[in-house]
């Protein structure tokens, strides 16, 4: 891809050699080395224009439904049955005292 380059920057094109790309000149130079260059801002792509692939952010995972859970029962409704049990049986009576 040929690319004109706005900053003179180092680059490898091959992942071995290391070149000095010159501000103001053209290169030809491979895709991932240009879009390097391109993505940093240091040059403009010549030639056929390119069209970025649309990333597509994630997007948030909707929560799954809610549902409520009414309980059939509610203890102020209704008394436990231990607690019905407890209210049928009487106290026990204090104990007279016999005064001698």
């Known amino acids: ?3 004109r380059m706005k900053e003179t920057k180092l680059g490898s094109p091959d992942g ?3 070149t000095e790309y010159k501000k ?3 290169y030809d130079v491979p895709d991932k080395l240009a879009d390097a260059f391109v993505k940093a801002g240091w040059a403009t792509a010549k030639g056929l224009k390119r069209v970025e692939p649309k990333v597509e952010e994630p ?4 929560p799954d439904e809610t549902k409520v859970i009414v309980p ?7 008394e436990t049955e231990e607690e019905e049990e407890l209210k049928d049986e009487k ?3 204090p104990e007279k ?3 001698k």
């Open 97 to 99: 005292k016999d005064k």
């Open 72 to 78: 059939e029962e509610t203890k102020d409704e209704e």
């Open 1 to 3: 891809m040929k690319i």
């Open 59 to 62: 997007k948030a995972e909707e």
């Open 16 to 18: 071995a050699l290391v």
């Open 91 to 93: 106290p026990p009576e």
């Open 24 to 26: 103001g000149r053209t």
